[in-house]
């Protein structure tokens, strides 16, 4: 069955240090993948996506990386800010359409 | 920047009643989503929307369960007779405007649901 996890579900990091969040998922036919962030009380919010022809796309401090080899997906905010503090979501389109399969999170704390 | 907008934010309810969350999707995207989020737990997966039916649903979407376009600005989720499971965050998603293609989902901030 489709199964999207996450390797560490808390990541406790330091002001300006660089963040990696990790994500495996199991469905080799997925072909759309996407990171969100989830601040308290609040929707997700949309951070970067990459499709199954890529391997890494970049965005405003922040760089998704794809290995289909192996089914993982990792996410790397680089200069973390006390604002990234959040749950980190990733995400694969279910085989039968453009819904999402969510991962269970991994909650980032940025100490000063 | 335009963004999905919920009501309420919070719904307390009597088990065994109906209740209809509301969402307003963004106004050029073509494909709409509901998704739950028990505390603690992983967003799942419940329906979508597209061109006024239903184009996919989850196991947890049952008869209790449906969606309605009552207009072209609303998308509205509807539970028939609500239980006690119920009770979570009920998120709408909306992406857009391209069709046939994977795009970025955008969620509005949710309605708690409380059953009691």
């Known amino acids: 069955g489709e199964n999207v996890g996450l390797h560490l579900p808390t990541l406790s990091v330091q002001e300006g240090d660089n963040s990696i969040i990790n994500c495996a998922y199991s469905n080799s036919a997925s072909d759309y993948f996407i990171w969100y962030k989830q601040e308290s009380g609040k929707g997700p919010q949309f951070i970067i996506d990459?499709?199954?022809?890529?391997d890494k796309r970049q965005g405003q401090r922040v760089t998704v990386l794809l290995n289909k080899t192996v089914k993982h997906l990792s996410l790397q905010i680089a200069a973390t800010q006390p604002g990234d503090s959040a749950v980190y979501f990733c995400?694969?389109?279910?085989?039968?359409?453009?819904?999402?399969?969510f991962g269970k999170g991994t909650s980032l704390l940025v100490t000063p | 920047e335009p963004e999905v907008t919920q009501t309420p934010s919070h719904q307390v309810t009597q088990m065994g009643q109906e209740v209809i969350l509301r969402c307003v999707p963004i106004s050029n995207h073509l494909y709409f989503y509901w998704y739950r989020q028990i505390l603690g737990q992983k967003v799942e997966f419940l329906v979508s929307?597209?061109?006024?039916?239903?184009?996919?649903k989850s196991e947890i979407f049952d008869d209790q369960f449906s969606v309605e376009r009552p207009d072209g600005s609303n998308f509205t989720l509807k539970i028939r007779s609500t239980k006690l499971e119920d009770s979570a965050m009920y998120f709408c998603?909306?992406?857009?405007?391209?069709?046939?293609?994977?795009?970025?989902?955008?969620f509005g901030d949710g309605t708690r649901l409380s059953i009691l």
């Open positions: 990459i499709r199954s022809n890529m």
């Open positions: 929307f597209y061109n006024n039916e239903i184009s996919e």
């Open positions: 998603a909306s992406s857009g405007p391209l069709r046939g293609s994977n795009q970025p989902q955008h």
């Open positions: 995400a694969e389109n279910r085989s039968s359409g453009y819904a999402l399969n």
